[in-house]
């Protein structure tokens, strides 16, 4: 990624700090380079880009920390705080993910959500639960993170040295719903 481009999408990042129209989402999405597999290894922290998505600030609600990548068959997709604010993985066929994708209003309800960090501890796993795999979207190659048992993609494009904006495909979900990561560190 050249300096300029790097300028342009941090640019665009800040000034879309509080959500984008989808189409605008999508269409700097595209217009972000391809990611190579090899580039996510580490820890990242995750933010949302609401953008109208029914899924809009549901994981921020429920503590989301982001993602982590050990190698590209070894992959936690879903690190939530724990009450100590530490990263620990969760594994994601443990939560309802289609009643939360169908019921987001729900979700979004503080006892919700005050439960979900009652039983967060049982969710926990140190057994991968996803991989990475490159795969073509929206006519780019780039690297993709496929979820071990659930119907969702989550593809990867760069913002930056270390910032990524990902597009989550989700069966059922009509419209992409994307996410920013920043590189916290190395694994470990």
Request: charged share 25%; hydrophobic share 45%.
């Amino acid at each position: 990624m050249t300096t300029t481009e790097g300028l342009r999408a941090e640019r665009w990042l800040a000034e879309h700090r509080d959500g984008a129209a989808a189409a605008d989402a999508l269409e700097f999405f595209d217009s972000l380079p391809a990611v190579a597999l090899g580039e996510l290894t580490g820890r990242w922290r995750g933010s949302g880009l609401h953008t109208g998505s029914r899924l809009d600030g549901l994981l921020e609600a429920y503590g989301w920390y982001g993602k982590e990548f050990s190698g590209v068959e070894s992959v936690h997709p879903l690190l939530f705080r724990t009450r100590s604010g530490q990263p620990r993985p969760v594994d994601p066929a443990m939560i309802p993910l289609r009643l939360l994708r169908d019921y987001a209003a729900l979700a979004k309800l503080r006892f919700v959500a005050t439960a979900f960090g009652g039983v967060r501890p049982l969710l926990h796993t140190n057994r991968p639960t996803a991989r990475l795999r490159t795969i073509e979207h929206r006519g780019v190659r780039t690297a993709a993170m496929i979820y071990d048992a659930l119907p969702i993609i989550d593809v990867f494009r760069r913002a930056g040295d270390d910032v990524l904006l990902g597009a989550m495909d989700m069966r059922g979900l009509p419209e992409p719903f994307f996410f920013v990561l920043h590189r916290d560190g190395p694994v470990g």
